[in-house]
């Protein structure tokens, strides 16, 4: 009676033993998919890390960014680009491509959001940054409408974060003037301004507190409410896309606790 105990209680053992094997098993036989993600180029360092950390959630997706500026990205889309999931840096590019958008952003009637899977990922905020040792001493937003300034760094005005830059200094009343006297040098996305900044090519740079973060910068002045707007990042899949599934498992697992860990790490936060 014994033996045929053990047997049978060794018979379940690998029944149970072949039921975890067919399972990693077939994990490791899905079939391989690619998904293009387009992200903001302030994205760039927490997405590479979350890039490694997918590969064990799901082994069979290979992630291939493209970085850039949200205005240049939604331009990529508009122009035929294969593109699974976008995520802007700002409502204002998502809204030129979702036909639910208010007519008044979306001026051409485009189409390219998947119907229900538009969320608010992040909350970002704008920061002044200064150089290494701060030579000009700079110390708020007001300063550089003072002669402490030579020269400042900011995005173009197609690139989210100059267009959050240009609502503060025209929110302070000094863009006009500083613009009069040659004091602007722009950058074609976040990414060259906060370069400019930290090669102390330009005396201060208006980026996002994550790029300052990740390249170590000396922030002296966050804009609040009464200078810009919430700085938001809406994500969603793509209506072109031909891995829509597994676009909305990768946008799922982004808002999950460790992916928000990596992205609060360098300063961001979940969006309310």
Do not use: W
Not at 12 to 32: I, N, R, Y
Not at 117 to 138: C, F, H, S, W, Y
Request: charged fraction near 20%; aromatic fraction near 6%.
């Amino acid at each position: 009676m014994k033996k045929k105990l053990i047997a049978g209680l060794v018979v379940s053992a690998l029944a149970v033993s072949m039921l975890g094997c067919g399972s990693k098993q077939a994990e490791t036989d899905a079939e391989p998919v690619t998904l293009n993600v387009f992200a903001a180029a302030s994205m760039t360092e927490t997405l590479t890390e979350i890039q490694e950390m997918y590969k064990e959630a799901a082994p069979n997706v290979t992630l291939v960014f493209n970085f850039d500026s949200s205005g240049t990205l939604k331009t990529q889309i508009q122009e035929g680009a294969d593109c699974d999931i976008f995520i802007s840096a700002a409502q204002k590019q998502m809204n030129q491509i979702d036909k639910d958008a208010d007519t008044e952003v979306n001026t051409e009637g485009l189409d390219f959001v998947l119907e229900g899977t538009r969320v608010n990922l992040l909350e970002n905020k704008v920061v002044l940054a200064v150089p290494d040792g701060n030579p000009k001493d700079i110390q708020s937003f007001e300063d550089l409408g003072t002669d402490k300034l030579s020269l400042l760094a900011l995005g173009n005005e197609d690139v989210p974060v100059g267009q959050y830059s240009t609502e503060i200094l025209t929110n302070l009343g000094i863009l006009d003037k500083l613009e009069a006297d040659g004091k602007i040098t722009y950058g074609s996305n976040v990414k060259e301004v906060t370069t400019q900044v930290s090669e102390a090519a330009a005396d201060a740079g208006i980026i996002y507190a994550t790029d300052a973060f990740s390249a170590e910068l000396t922030v002296v002045d966050q804009a609040g409410s009464d200078l810009c707007k919430q700085v938001i990042y809406p994500a969603a899949v793509l209506n072109i896309s031909q891995t829509q599934e597994a676009a909305k498992e990768f946008l799922a697992y982004l808002q999950t606790d460790d992916c928000m860990k990596v992205f609060e790490a360098v300063g961001f936060t979940a969006a309310e």
